[in-house]
Every structure is written in structure tokens, then in C-alpha cells.
Nanobody
Framework: VQLQASGGGLVQAGGSLRLACAAS????????MGWFRQAPGKEREFVAAIGRNGRITYGDSVKGRFTISRENAKKTVYLQMDSLKPEDTAVYFCAAHSRAILTGIYDYTDIKMFDIWGQGTLVTVSS
């Protein structure tokens, strides 16, 4: 399975971007999917996740501004980012938890839950 993230770019504060992460190979509908980000000099930070059962979790810093969704038919997970702030500037990574079971309850804020990673896409928010 490979993950390909896209949609990053330069945007002014208050603006919006939508990231997409497309999977190739594997059975996408069975995966828990997540987004993480990493700013220069900082650790990778949890942003949002959506389980194979549709359960959604957000990081505290993005609640109310970001929306995660998935389209299994297209093997794609999205991250709609609104009301962007300069502190949202980072490389955004998508990741998959390929061993998720339908009835499982997982802590997707834990980076160790994810075993497949895509390359990052850079988001820059100017003030």
C-alpha cells in the first residue's frame, strides 16, 4: 500500500485548503486513517483521524477548524482546513492503520498506531 498526499500550498491567514491522501493497493475501507503534521524543529503532531467505522478524533489545536472525511470508493481521505493560522504551517503527513478491526477502539492520537505513511505535503500560512 502506498499513500500519496496532495493539496498543500501557500495561503493567507484565515484562508482554507483541502488536503487529499490517495491510497494505492490494499483494502482502503479497512484502514484507520490519520493526518499528522510537523513544523520545523518540532515533533510530529497529531491532527485528525477517522477510523474504518467512521469514528473521528481531532487534535485540540484544530478542533472546530479542520474536518476529516473519507471516500472509500476513491480510496481517499481528506482534510479540510479552514480559518488557517500561521501556526498551522507544517509538513502534513497522512498515515494508515492497516490492522484495524471494525469493532476496535483505537487511540489514534498515538503515532505508533499507524504503520503506513505517505510523503508529506507542505502547508504554509502567511500572516
Amino acid at each position: 500500500v502506498q499513500l500519496q498526499a496532495s493539496g498543500g500550498g501557500l495561503v493567507q491567514a484565515g484562508g482554507s485548503l483541502r488536503l487529499a491522501c490517495a491510497a494505492s493497493g490494499g483494502t482502503f475501507s479497512r484502514y484507520g486513517m490519520g493526518w499528522f503534521r510537523q513544523a520545523p524543529g518540532k515533533e510530529r503532531e497529531f491532527v485528525a483521524a477517522i477510523g474504518r467505522n467512521g469514528r473521528i478524533t481531532y487534535g485540540d489545536s484544530v478542533k472546530g477548524r479542520f474536518t476529516i472525511s473519507r471516500e472509500n470508493a476513491k480510496k481517499t481521505v481528506y482534510l479540510q482546513m479552514d480559518s488557517l493560522k500561521p501556526e498551522d504551517t507544517a509538513v502534513y503527513f497522512c498515515a494508515a492503520h492497516s490492522r484495524a478491526i471494525l469493532t476496535g477502539i483505537y487511540d489514534y492520537t498515538d503515532i505508533k498506531m499507524f504503520d503506513i505513511w505517505g510523503q508529506g505535503t507542505l502547508v504554509t500560512v502567511s500572516s
